[in-house]
Nanobody
Framework: QLQLVESGGGLVQAGGSLRLSCAASGRTFSNYAMGWFRQAPGKERELVAAISSNGGRQYYADSVKGRFTISRDNAKNTVYLQMNSLTPEDTAVYYC?????????????????WGQGTQVTVSS
C-alpha cells in the first residue's frame, strides 16, 4: 500500500498563493505518476495537474494553466502543487493521487491510491 498525506491547505484571499504538499510512504515513490485533483461542493472530482514518475512531464487543466505548478522531489517522496493568483473558483478539497505507471493520466479511475484531501478556501 502506498500512503499519501496532503498538507498545506487553508484560507487565503483572492490573488494569494498556497503550496500544497503530498508526502508518500510505503512503496517506491519514484515508480508512481502523481496527480492533484480537486472537488468543489456539488461538483465532480476533476484533475488539476499531473506529473510523470520522473518529473519530466507535467499536465494541467486549462483552468489552472499559468497559475499552478506541479513538481515532485523523489528523494523526499513528495509531490507539490504551487498555486498562485487564486480565485474563489479554486475553492475545493484537493486530493493527491498515485498511479503505478510512469506516465500520468487525466483519467481519475487510472489512479490507484488517494490521500484524504486538504481544504483550500479562497475568499473574495
Amino acid at each position: 500500500q502506498l500512503q499519501l498525506v496532503e498538507s498545506g491547505g487553508g484560507l487565503v484571499q483572492a490573488g494569494g498563493s498556497l503550496r500544497l504538499s503530498c508526502a508518500a510512504s510505503g512503496r517506491t515513490f519514484s515508480n508512481y505518476a502523481m496527480g492533484w485533483f480537486r472537488q468543489a461542493p456539488g461538483k465532480e472530482r476533476e484533475l488539476v495537474a499531473a506529473i510523470s514518475s520522473n518529473g519530466g512531464r507535467q499536465y494541467y487543466a486549462d483552468s489552472v494553466k499559468g497559475r499552478f505548478t506541479i513538481s515532485r522531489d523523489n528523494a523526499k517522496n513528495t509531490v507539490y502543487l504551487q498555486m498562485n493568483s487564486l480565485t474563489p473558483e479554486d475553492t475545493a478539497v484537493y486530493y493527491c493521487a498515485a498511479r503505478l505507471y510512469s506516465s500520468a493520466s487525466y483519467y481519475l479511475p487510472d489512479y490507484d491510491y488517494w490521500g484524504q484531501g486538504t481544504q483550500v478556501t479562497v475568499s473574495s
